[in-house]
């Protein structure tokens, strides 16, 4: 028989159970509550200019559908995973901390469920030539503006043009990163890692930072936003739904435009080769 409960504790218990019994505040555009598969497609809506969202997307590249769809992909161990940071040369401290950490979560004990990718939107000066600079995608350049982002500590994990990374905020701490979860801070803060992707803009004629080069980012950045994913899903014990910042803060005053000329195929075939790295030389190991 189960012993009554009393007092305070009690009613603290309650409310606890009765918050998780609850569906999830959902933005304008998508359901927080379908599947993951039908929330990744609604949540990954290609963002046009200002912000301007396309319709959800009836299908998703490899590797979501074993992830999501067919569940036949299982996680990373983190010390397979540990060993592919390894021979990459990554550290753990670079990608949110060490695997083995919890990651964030509400104040009801719900864990992280969301991945939201984000760009800076990081101003470059003016100038009267229509293409981007080279130096835009130098290490001397993403190095520099890495560092001086990550110090505002907006985001969990920053991540520069040429594939380099930093933690500002580790995984395990609750962070806003949205419009859309201040609407509900106690029920959503904690159910979402920010990561910001550096991405120079220029003003257009009014005066406006959309200018954005295309395609968004290059494809070191794309690997390491990949590994990003990989490493604070082992944290969470389970695939996080990738979403984009512009469609979760639709429809919210003064919401943000990013990511601008994000290449959906170009991050999912990064991401399928990361898992397949791992997996490889996970097979290595167990065969020596």
Excluded at 26 to 32: G, Q
Excluded at 93 to 102: M, S, T, V
Excluded at 144 to 154: F, Q, T, V
Aim: charged share 25%; hydrophobic share 40%; with cysteine.
């Amino acid at each position: 028989m189960l012993k009554r409960r009393h007092g305070l504790a009690a009613g603290l218990l309650w409310l606890a159970t009765a918050a998780l019994a609850e569906d999830l505040p959902s933005p304008a555009s998508c359901d927080l509550n379908a599947g993951e598969w039908e929330q990744a497609s609604c949540l990954l809506a290609p963002v046009k200019t200002y912000g301007m969202l396309e319709s959800p997307r009836k299908s998703l590249p490899e590797p979501w559908r074993r992830l999501f769809l067919e569940q036949r992909e299982a996680l990373p161990s983190p010390g397979s995973f540990r060993a592919y940071l390894r021979q990459a040369g990554i550290r753990e401290k670079d990608i949110g901390g060490a695997l083995e950490q919890p990651i964030s979560q509400n104040s009801y004990g719900e864990t992280a469920r969301y991945l939201i990718i984000h760009d800076t939107s990081t101003l470059l000066e003016p100038s009267r030539k229509p293409n981007f600079p080279a130096f835009a995608n130098s290490r001397t350049w993403s190095d520099s503006k890495l560092r001086i982002l990550e110090r505002k500590k907006n985001a969990h994990i920053f991540i520069g043009r040429t594939g380099q990374s930093s933690t500002a905020v580790d995984l395990g701490e609750a962070l806003l990163t949205t419009k859309f979860e201040k609407t509900q801070r106690e029920r959503l803060e904690g159910l979402f890692i920010g990561v910001e992707n550096l991405q120079p803009r220029r003003l257009d004629g009014r005066g406006i930072d959309s200018i954005a080069p295309s395609p968004g980012f290059p494809p070191a950045q794309m690997k390491r936003l990949a590994v990003v994913y990989v490493a604070a899903s082992i944290r969470a014990g389970r695939w996080l739904i990738p979403a984009f910042h512009a469609v979760l803060d639709q429809g919210i005053p003064n919401a943000h435009d990013d990511p601008q000329h994000f290449d959906l195929a170009r991050f999912s075939a990064a991401l399928d080769k990361v898992l397949a790295e791992t997996g490889k030389r996970q097979r290595t190991r167990r065969g020596t």
